[in-house]
């Protein structure tokens, strides 16, 4: 399984990003996919998932400005980010995991893409 994200960058606050992973293979049948957030000095969080038939778990910390998609199609999931706050600072990373509401079940990683709010 390969996962290649992209769309990281500079945004000031309150503006907005979109991040892609491109999936390789039958990895949405196989697997959820789920986007982690890695803040400066800490610890890698599950920010928000999405299993096969659309069901989506979204952290408190994004409710509400963040919506995670996918597209079959295109073999590509998506985190859509509004109004991003300086705390949303960090290095985003898709994965594919065994359960969605499992942060400790990814078993796939993508290669990170950093995104920095500036205030």
């Known amino acids: 399984v390969q996962l290649q994200a992209s769309g990281g960058g500079v945004v000031q606050a309150g503006g907005s990003l979109r991040l892609s992973c491109v999936v390789s293979g039958n990895t949405f049948s196989q697997y959820a996919m789920g986007w982690y957030r890695q803040a400066p000095g800490k610890q890698r969080v599950l920010v928000t998932a999405i299993i096969a038939d659309g069901t989506t778990n979204v952290a408190d910390s994004v409710k509400g400005r963040f919506t995670i998609s996918k597209d079959n199609a295109k073999n590509t999931v998506y985190l859509q980010m509004n109004n991003l706050k300086a705390e949303d600072t960090g290095v985003y990373y898709c994965?594919?995991?065994?359960?969605?509401?499992?942060?400790?079940?990814?078993?796939?990683w993508g290669q990170g893409t950093l995104v920095t709010v500036s205030s």
């Open positions: 994965s594919a995991l065994r359960r969605a509401s499992d942060p400790q079940s990814a078993v796939h």
